[in-house]
T-cell receptor
């Protein structure tokens, strides 16, 4: 079975500062990796995903994540955050071998950007 | 594209009554739909996976008779909370995918259920 650990439940940061949200996973099989974002009172939205190929994946709003197989990590980074990035961020994995595509989520990291 | 809707967005009901929540994929056919439950400040917990036209697969610890799931078409799945109790109060979220490996799941906005 897969498990996902997000070590930081809350990350406060000032606007325009860099941020890293950590995600580690445990799995006995190869996985796909995802980051979802949840804004207040909204559903989850896919931020970025790693399926194969380049281990560095990027989103359209400046976030990027790098798959590190040896460290079983998929940390999310942004060089300069905006107040609008304030949200809950969830890391998730799914089993490559599963046709069902079920996702296993971490507990989430609340990113709060202060002016 | 890839919009998933849920109805209702919030509902309050009395203990002992049943509540039905609808999940619809608006612009794509979802062969697989998932139902999650999210407690405050916690992650999403998968309750069940449903494929169109077949019985749902429930996660361990989820009562099949209490949480009835129907996936009648490629665009609609329903979750019925039967004989609701206050401890069933939660945020219920559905997602839909086309079922291929690695396929992105698209999430609905969620339904907040409060059982009095």
């Amino acid at each position: 079975a897969q498990s996902v650990t997000q070590l930081d439940s809350q990350v406060p940061v000032f606007e325009e500062a860099p941020v890293e949200l950590r995600c580690n996973y445990s799995s006995s099989v190869s996985v796909y990796l995802f980051w979802y974002v949840q804004y207040p009172n909204q559903g989850l939205q896919l931020l970025l995903k790693y399926l194969s190929g380049s281990t560095l994946v990027k989103s359209i709003n400046g976030f990027e994540a790098e798959f590190n197989k040896s460290q079983t990590s998929f940390h999310l980074r942004k060089p300069s955050v905006h107040i609008s990035d304030t949200a809950e961020y969830f890391c998730a994995v799914s089993d490559r071998g599963s046709t069902l595509g079920r996702l296993y989520f971490g507990r989430g990291t609340q990113l709060t950007v202060w002016p | 594209g890839a919009v998933v809707s849920q109805h209702p967005s919030r509902v309050i009901c009395k203990s002992g009554t049943s509540v039905k929540i609808e999940c619809r994929s608006l612009d794509f056919q979802a062969t697989t739909m998932f139902w999650y439950r999210q407690f405050p400040k916690q992650s999403l917990m998968l309750m069940a996976t449903s494929n169109e036209g077949s019985k749902a697969t429930y996660e361990q610890g989820v009562e099949k008779d209490k949480f009835l799931i129907n996936h009648a078409s490629l665009t609609l799945s329903t979750l019925t909370v039967t004989s609701a109790h206050p401890e069933d109060s939660s945020f219920y979220i559905c997602s839909a995918s086309q079922g291929a490996r690695g396929e992105t799941q698209y999430f609905g906005p969620g339904t907040r259920l409060l059982v009095l």
